[in-house]
T-cell receptor, first 113, second 109 residues
Framework: KAGVTQTPRYLIKTRGQQVTLSCSPISGHRSVSWYQQTPGQGLQFLFEYFSETQRNKGNFPGRFSGRQFSNSRSEMNVSTLELGDSALYLC????????????FGNGTRLTVT | GQNIDQPTEMTATEGAIVQINCTYQTSGFNGLFWYQQHAGEAPTFLSYNVLDGLEEKGRFSSFLSRSKGYSYLLLKELQMKDSASYLCAVSKGNTPLVFGKGTRLSVIA
C-alpha cells in the first residue's frame, strides 16, 4: 500500500506570496490532518478534513486554509506569506481521528525569504 | 487546554537502556501515542496506550499511568539508528492529536 505523498518536497517563496501544498493520503483513509513543525514549537495542528469537510481547526490565522477533494486528496494554502511561516508542513492520514495512528508524509519544507 | 512535557534532549550509550518520559495534563484523555522521527524524515508510529500498564514491542516498550498523567517509552539494547526525536501525543478521542515538543535522543558509542 502506498504511503502518504506530499508535493512538493521543498519550496522557496518570498514574503507576500501565496503557496499551495498537496497531500495524497493512504488509500482508504478519509481523515487528513495538517501540522506545522518548527524547531521551537514542535508539531502544531493546523486543520483536519474528513469526507471533504473541515472537522477541526487549530489556532492559526485565516491566511492558512485547506480543502479536501472527493478522492480524499487534500491541499493547504497559505496566503500573504510571512517569514515566520517557514517550517516543515506535514500531512497525515488516518482511518479514524484520534484513535487510530496518524501516517505522515515526508512533508513540504517551506522557506520564506 | 493541554500541557504535555517531555525532556528536550537525552544522550545514551549504544547497548544501554533509556527511558523517555512524558507527562500530560488534559481533560477527556483517551490514550497516548509515541512516534519516532529521524532528522529530515516523517514521524512514524511506535505505540498507542489506552490502558494502564506496559506494552512491549521488541526493543521498545511503552508505559501508561492514567491516574498520574504519565507515560514513558523504554528503549533497550540501544543502537546508533535509534538516534532520533521521540514525540508523545495525547488523544482525546475524536479530536486531533496534540503533540509534545519531542525528545531528541543521541546514541553514542
Amino acid at each position: 500500500k502506498a504511503g502518504v505523498t506530499q508535493t512538493p518536497r521543498y519550496l522557496i517563496k518570498t514574503r507576500g506570496q501565496q503557496v499551495t501544498l498537496s497531500c495524497s493520503p493512504i488509500s482508504g483513509h478519509r481523515s487528513v490532518s495538517w501540522y506545522q513543525q518548527t524547531p521551537g514549537q514542535g508539531l502544531q495542528f493546523l486543520f483536519e478534513y474528513f469526507s471533504e469537510t473541515q472537522r477541526n481547526k487549530g489556532n492559526f490565522p485565516g491566511r492558512f486554509s485547506g480543502r479536501q477533494f472527493s478522492n480524499s486528496r487534500s491541499e493547504m494554502n497559505v496566503s500573504t506569506l510571512e517569514l515566520g511561516d517557514s517550517a516543515l508542513y506535514l500531512c497525515a492520514s488516518s482511518i479514524r481521528t484520534g484513535v487510530s495512528p496518524l501516517h505522515f508524509g515526508n512533508g513540504t519544507r517551506l522557506t520564506v525569504t | 487546554g493541554q500541557n504535555i512535557d517531555q525532556p528536550t534532549e537525552m544522550t545514551a550509550t549504544e547497548g544501554a537502556i533509556v527511558q523517555i518520559n512524558c507527562t500530560y495534563q488534559t481533560s477527556g484523555f483517551n490514550g497516548l501515542f509515541w512516534y519516532q522521527q529521524h532528522a529530515g524524515e516523517a514521524p512514524t508510529f511506535l505505540s498507542y496506550n489506552v490502558l494502564d500498564g506496559l506494552e512491549e514491542k521488541g526493543r521498545f516498550s511503552s508505559f501508561l499511568s492514567r491516574s498520574k498523567g504519565y507515560s514513558y517509552l523504554l528503549l533497550k539494547e540501544l543502537q546508533m539508528k535509534d538516534s532520533a526525536s521521540y514525540l508523545c501525543a495525547v488523544s482525546k478521542g475524536n479530536t486531533p492529536l496534540v503533540f509534545g515538543k519531542g525528545t531528541r535522543l543521541s546514541v553514542i558509542a
